[in-house]
């Protein structure tokens, strides 16, 4: 079972930046496809940004243009965020695909706040 650990979010003002990593227990290199869902408190989870194995990667349209996700050669997914407003506030977990498994990780919380 692969393990998925989040880290990098917290507190900021708005305009500002944060880069949350995703390190997961083994390789994902093959994984489908990696990202980032958010929840905000009273909503449902929702994609933030996905990137496929092959192909483009999709965003949130909330977030488009300001937030890239990208992976490393081994275990490791990124989400930049930069122009953060205080709607961004949410847990972010971080995601993998492979096949038809899923795997999640705990999620952190970013908070985005004057």
């Known amino acids: 079972q692969v393990q998925l650990v989040e880290s990098g979010g917290g507190l900021v003002q708005p305009g500002g930046s944060l880069k949350l990593s995703c390190t997961a227990s083994e390789s994902i290199f093959w994984f489908n496809a990696v990202g980032w869902y958010r929840q905000a408190p009273g909503e449902q989870r929702a994609m933030v940004a996905v990137k496929p194995n092959w192909g483009s990667s999709h965003y949130a349209d909330s977030v488009k243009g300001r937030f890239t996700v990208s992976r490393d050669n081994g275990n490791t997914v990124y989400l930049q965020m930069n122009s953060l407003k205080p709607e961004d506030t949410a847990v972010y977990y971080c995601?993998?695909?492979?096949?038809?498994?899923?795997?999640w990780g705990q999620g952190t919380q970013v908070t985005v706040s004057p």
């Open positions: 995601y993998g695909r492979n096949g038809e498994r899923e795997f």
